[in-house]
């Protein structure tokens, strides 16, 4: 069944190459992999995306008032220009005559709103719970249906009434093709603390590895006191590269270092560095296990650096195309875009 979908993005962050961080690049995924399949998508999201998406920009918030500001309880002015676009989206697609509402955002509003919209709404939960989303969560409605990323983040969610269905997300194995492998090892992702791009500095120094770092600096205070010092000849930051630059550099890596500092709901890198043909070294936090196997995967326990710098090393020695294997099995955008076309057909039906 084809259909007409709206898809509902991040109002703060565009989609485009270099994306801000791992939901940009899937939701630009999911957009792009469902117009393949001949869906009619329309995307509502954040100015200044790609253009190939013809993405709708959601409203600006309009100037606040004096008054307004004198507030002394005023939020942080992104936190209403959020609220702002996705109340004023969730009032608008009323006419907008499409088969199915697929909010793939973190806000609330989408699923506080989900009855004033005629047609079904779908939220995909990205994230573990969050005080403003399980609030909305956890008003109970009609005609709201919920996905998780993975079995570890619906499993978190259930308890507080929703009841997702796991497709994990997915990337393209066309765009992230095998590499040679052999280099010194890759760090990917937005480095925050949360990520925990020290700890795989120091792994990869007690394996005697070596270490490119690749990805935004969101917290420039943090990249500046925490990371830039543990820089050296062999610990690089190789900057914030574009899709294609980065397959090419995940793919040259005997292996990739995955050390979330928190429960990761999936980990889009782990994806993208086995569609590369690489191996991951990681700790065995949130989703990890799922997606990783024995064949392509080493995990050390949480904030174990001596167990990943073992792990780094074990990685390196596993079977690249075992990896190449695991990704177009377990983590293709074919079989994440299967999963959703048979969610929008049995809630449109």
Aim: net charge negative.
């Amino acid at each position: 069944m084809r259909h007409r979908i709206a898809l509902i993005a991040s109002a703060r962050y565009p989609l485009r190459e270099p994306f801000p961080g791992g939901l940009e690049a899937h939701t630009w995924q999911l957009a792009t992999g469902l117009r393949e399949r001949g869906h009619d998508v329309t995307v509502f999201g954040a100015p200044d995306s790609d253009r190939r998406l013809g993405v709708r920009a959601m409203a600006r918030l309009p100037e606040i008032s004096t008054d307004a500001r004198s507030d002394v309880g005023m939020p942080p002015e992104w936190f209403l220009a959020e609220h702002h676009a996705y109340l004023q989206l969730m009032l608008d697609l009323g006419a907008g005559g499409h088969t199915v509402v697929h909010n793939n955002s973190l806000h609330y509003l989408p699923v506080a709103m989900a009855a004033s919209v005629p047609a079904p709404v779908l939220t995909t939960l990205h994230t573990p719970p969050t005080p403003w989303l399980e609030s909305a969560v956890r008003i109970p409605r009609a005609g709201t249906v919920f996905a998780a990323v993975s079995r570890h983040t619906a499993d978190r969610w259930r308890p507080l009434g929703a009841d997702p269905e796991v497709i994990p997300n997915g990337v393209d194995t066309d765009r992230w093709s095998p590499g040679p492998g052999g280099g010194s090892p890759v760090w990917s992702g937005r480095l925050v603390r949360e990520k925990g791009v020290v700890e795989a500095v120091r792994a990869a120094d007690r394996a005697g590895t070596g270490l490119r770092i690749a990805g935004p600096t969101p917290d420039a205070a943090y990249f500046r006191d925490e990371v830039a010092p543990l820089l050296t000849d062999r610990i690089r930051y190789v900057g914030h590269l574009d899709h294609r630059r980065l397959a090419r550099l995940v793919g040259s890596a005997s292996a990739a270092v995955v050390s979330p500092c928190w429960d990761e709901p999936y980990g889009l890198v782990v994806a993208e560095a086995l569609a590369c043909g690489t191996p991951v070294a990681g700790f065995a936090r949130g989703a990890l296990p799922e997606i990783l196997d024995d064949e392509c995967g080493v995990l050390a326990a949480p904030g174990d650096v001596d167990g990943l710098a073992a792990a780094i090393r074990a990685a390196a020695r596993l079977d690249r195309e075992a990896a190449r294997r695991r990704a177009e099995t377990v983590c293709s955008v074919e079989a994440m875009i299967t999963g959703y076309e048979r969610l929008y057909d049995a809630i449109a039906a």
